[in-house]
């Protein structure tokens, strides 16, 4: 069966170090990656997208990888800080299939 | 731009009426969706446009319907509303291959 996980519901980091969150994914062939911030009541933000034939992408403390033989993206925060405190999710795009999200890791950058 | 707004931000139905929900984007996005999110879980795709006139289903259609009559407009309409029917509903619109951009949600209740 299809499935989409994202590695934990909540992770709590220290401020100042790197957040790493992990997306996985089972039996979808996604065209592209991406990620998304969702502060509570409020719809998600787009942060990152990584298409299929790219292995990394930046921009300024943020970087996501994308492994298609792992089945896998991992999304970096370097240098936490409170103001990171949110709930991130990943989506993919799955040809012939539209976006599909995962359910979400919550961050919290403990000061 | 206002980009993508929805009305109205609340709504308590009870069980068997129907309500329409409003979404509408100046963005000139082809690609419309709407997406429903229960507590502590990822979007889930009801139905999305790829242009006016033009609509298909996502993961969980049941119960719901659209139209799209106009590149900027995409109302979701509940028949019958059940009280699975209770979440928050978010509509987006973006580009072929592009990030989405999310409305601020509609917080439904069903009772």
């Known amino acids: 069966s299809q499935k989409i996980e994202q590695n934990s519901e909540a992770l709590n980091i220290q401020e100042g170090k790197t957040a790493t969150l992990t997306c996985n994914y089972t039996?979808?062939?996604?065209?592209?990656l991406q990620w998304y911030r969702q502060d509570p009541g409020r719809g998600p933000v787009f942060l990152l997208l990584i298409r299929e034939n790219e292995k990394e992408k930046r921009k300024e403390r943020l970087k996501v990888t994308f492994d298609t033989t792992l089945k896998q993206s991992l999304f970096h925060i370097t240098a936490s800080q409170p103001a990171d405190s949110a709930t991130y999710l990943c989506a993919l795009y799955n040809y012939g299939q539209n976006f599909v999200f995962g359910p979400g890791t919550r961050l919290s950058a403990l000061p | 731009n206002a980009g993508v707004t929805q009305t109205p931000k609340f709504r308590i139905l009870k069980i068997g009426q129907s309500m329409t929900l409003q979404c509408a984007q100046d963005m000139n996005h082809n690609y419309m969706y709407w997406y429903r999110q229960d507590p502590g879980m990822g979007l889930k795709l009801i139905y999305y446009s790829v242009g006016a006139g033009i609509t298909d289903k996502g993961e969980v259609p049941n119960g719901y319907n659209v139209s799209r009559s106009t590149t900027e407009d995409f109302p979701l309409r509940l028949e019958l509303a059940a009280p699975s029917q209770t979440s928050v509903y978010f509509c987006?619109?973006?580009?072929?291959?592009?990030?989405?951009?999310f409305g601020p949600g509609t917080r439904l209740t069903v009772l």
């Open positions: 987006a619109s973006s580009t072929l291959g592009d990030e989405q951009f």
């Open positions: 039996n979808y062939s996604p065209a592209y």
